[in-house]
């Protein structure tokens, strides 16, 4: 995840830079179900409203949840499917509350309403992130169901009503990047806490949608659109979270937007971006699926690096003798054609090598989602 608001801030109250550091252990996305009301199309569970056999009980959850306190894991993000379909969610949260992690909540927002709001407030999540893939008939299409704007933007406003940490999630694709600015727009009109705009990745239904991923050009356009954004909106005083995630050749474009607009700033700039070291999946982000599998994030489910009904997750997560794990830890790591070559690859380590790998059968191969130029990483 690239912060872009705290870079942002590093142009006007830059502080000091110090060395890449990993947390204690990786925050954990958690599909605690696969089971979901909706069937979007860039879903990487692929999932559908029915039951999945074979998933974890809430005894086994609560289970590997003490096996990922011991393992120092900060961060649970409770998903899906929609978690909110999990017959045991508030208790779940609950008891990751009172057992210390930071929990969100990540939902598609059509199933909160006035009647469980409450109770949702009431496991006091620290983050509650819902989807929304574009403004009114453009999400209704995407999330195949007419009426989940409304759905999902009412859920919106009864959480932050309530004074919960509320977010959006966006995935841009040549479909629906013209309901960027509009979302901007709502972010701010709504007074909703956060942005995080999610490249298109190669997994699940977004795999087999991959012909509609946005050409670099709109997606550097958006990218300078959400710098712009941000720093206008901390200019005025707004007090906004933008984030991107899912492509971390963000970070290089933004030193060249800072290159560009704030030459003086530059250098600091650079050496924060070396300290926040990129993209992070296997190291600091982990993913454990419906069935209790072990992957080093959520778009790698055709991986599993061990299952938490046999080991332990710090046993499985430690593990190194995986090749793929032990590259991933790597720094830099063993990546090939540009991204080799590429001047920044400390900035942005590599990027998405689950997408080079569908596309190229490579997991070190060049990430064909970067989307500078040649010469842009040659300095």
Request: aromatic share 6%; hydrophobic share 40%; glycine share 8%.
């Given at each position: 995840?690239?912060?872009?608001?705290?870079?942002?801030?590093?142009?006007?109250?830059?502080?000091?830079?110090?060395?890449?550091?990993?947390?204690?252990?990786?925050?954990?996305?958690?599909?605690?179900?696969?089971?979901?009301?909706?069937?979007?199309?860039?879903?990487?569970?692929?999932?559908?409203?029915?039951?999945?056999?074979?998933?974890?009980?809430?005894?086994?959850?609560?289970?590997?949840?003490?096996?990922?306190?011991?393992?120092?894991?900060?961060?649970?993000?409770?998903?899906?499917?929609?978690?909110?379909?999990?017959?045991?969610?508030?208790?779940?949260?609950?008891?990751?509350?009172?057992?210390?992690?930071?929990?969100?909540?990540?939902?598609?927002?059509?199933?909160?309403?006035?009647?469980?709001?409450?109770e949702i407030a009431a496991c006091h999540f620290d983050y509650?992130?819902?989807?929304?893939?574009?403004?009114?008939?453009?999400?209704?299409?995407?999330?195949?169901?007419?009426?989940?704007?409304?759905?999902?933007?009412?859920?919106?406003?009864?959480?932050?009503?309530?004074?919960?940490?509320?977010?959006?999630?966006?995935?841009m694709t040549q479909d629906n990047a013209q309901d960027l600015p509009g979302l901007l727009a709502l972010i701010e009109h709504e007074a909703i806490d956060r942005f995080y705009f999610s490249h298109l990745n190669y997994a699940g239904r977004g795999n087999k949608n991959r012909a509609s991923d946005?050409?670099?050009?709109?997606?550097?356009?958006?990218?300078?659109?959400l710098f712009d954004t941000a720093l206008a909106l901390r200019r005025r005083g707004v007090v906004k979270e933008f984030t991107s995630g899912n492509n971390d050749a963000d970070g290089v474009w933004f030193l060249h937007w800072v290159r560009a607009n704030f030459p003086e700033r530059a250098a600091h700039i650079e050496a924060k971006l070396q300290q926040w070291g990129g993209n992070a999946s296997g190291v600091n982000v982990a993913n454990i699926d419906n069935l209790g599998k072990v992957h080093p994030d959520t778009m790698w489910w055709h991986r599993t690096l061990g299952d938490v009904r046999e080991r332990s997750f710090g046993d499985i997560w430690h593990d190194r003798s995986d090749s793929v794990m032990a590259g991933l830890q790597g720094f830099p790591r063993p990546v090939e054609g540009r991204c080799a070559t590429c001047a920044h690859l400390r900035l942005c380590n590599?990027?998405?090598r689950v997408r080079a790998e569908q596309l190229s059968g490579n997991v070190w191969a060049e990430d064909p989602g970067c989307y500078l130029s040649d010469e842009e990483i040659a300095h």
């Open positions: 995840m690239f912060r872009i608001s705290q870079f942002i801030a590093e142009i006007d109250t830059p502080t000091p830079a110090g060395p890449r550091r990993n947390p204690p252990g990786p925050v954990v996305i958690w599909n605690l179900l696969r089971r979901c009301n909706l069937t979007c199309q860039h879903c990487y569970s692929v999932s559908t409203d029915t039951h999945f056999p074979g998933e974890l009980s809430t005894p086994e959850i609560y289970r590997v949840m003490d096996d990922l306190k011991a393992a120092r894991v900060p961060v649970l993000i409770l998903s899906g499917g929609e978690p909110l379909l999990h017959p045991d969610i508030f208790a779940i949260a609950r008891r990751a509350k009172a057992m210390g992690f930071y929990v969100a909540l990540s939902s598609n927002g059509t199933l909160i309403n006035a009647q469980n709001i409450g509650v992130g819902v989807s929304l893939d574009g403004l009114g008939a453009t999400h209704d299409r995407f999330r195949r169901m007419e009426g989940a704007f409304e759905a999902s933007l009412n859920a919106i406003r009864l959480c932050r009503d309530l004074e919960l940490k509320i977010g959006v999630r966006y995935t946005a050409r670099h050009r709109m997606t550097r356009e958006a990218m300078t659109r590599g990027n998405t």
